[in-house]
């Protein structure tokens, strides 16, 4: 059986660290999914969306489950610059698949993120910024 719907679901925004913004807020996503040509054609399912907008990476996780349904969005600002935070992600992740979470979900966000991570040395080229690991940065 599964738990009943809350009646009315807490809306989060917060900043998580100076670069990293967490937020539950639907219109806000759903916002930010058209704007960058990224919204979910099927609300059926339980699906992950990322998309970059300027150099800051997002993240999009859709829950369609009736007892949390619902959107969350993680934005990493300047990402290419910010590893750690996309780590600090990652590791968020693992430990919810470590802890029996939807692994479709979270297994999918984790490697979303994980690819940012060994990609980020490209963007800050990209980008034009310093290599983080040059010591005359």
């Known amino acids: 059986m599964s738990p009943s719907p809350l009646a009315q ?3 989060v925004s917060q900043q998580l660290t100076p670069n990293l913004y967490l937020t539950n807020r639907d219109v ?22 990322s ?4 150099e800051d990476f997002h993240l999009v996780l859709y829950f369609a489950d009736d007892y949390d349904r619902g959107f969350t969005m993680y934005v ?13 992600l990652s590791e968020t992740f693992d430990s919810m698949l470590k802890r029996g979470f939807n692994y479709r979900i979270f297994g999918a966000a984790k490697s979303k993120v994980d690819h940012m991570v060994h990609m980020a ?7 034009g910024h310093p290599d983080a690991q040059d010591p005359d940065m």
């Open 9 to 11: 679901p807490m809306e």
């Open 28 to 49: 806000e996503i759903i916002d930010a999914l058209v704007d960058n040509g990224a919204f979910f054609k099927d609300l059926s399912r339980s699906q992950v969306a």
């Open 51 to 54: 998309f970059m907008q300027g």
């Open 76 to 88: 990493v600002e300047h990402f290419s610059e910010h590893v750690d935070d996309l780590i600090f």
């Open 121 to 127: 040395p490209t963007f800050r080229a990209m980008f």
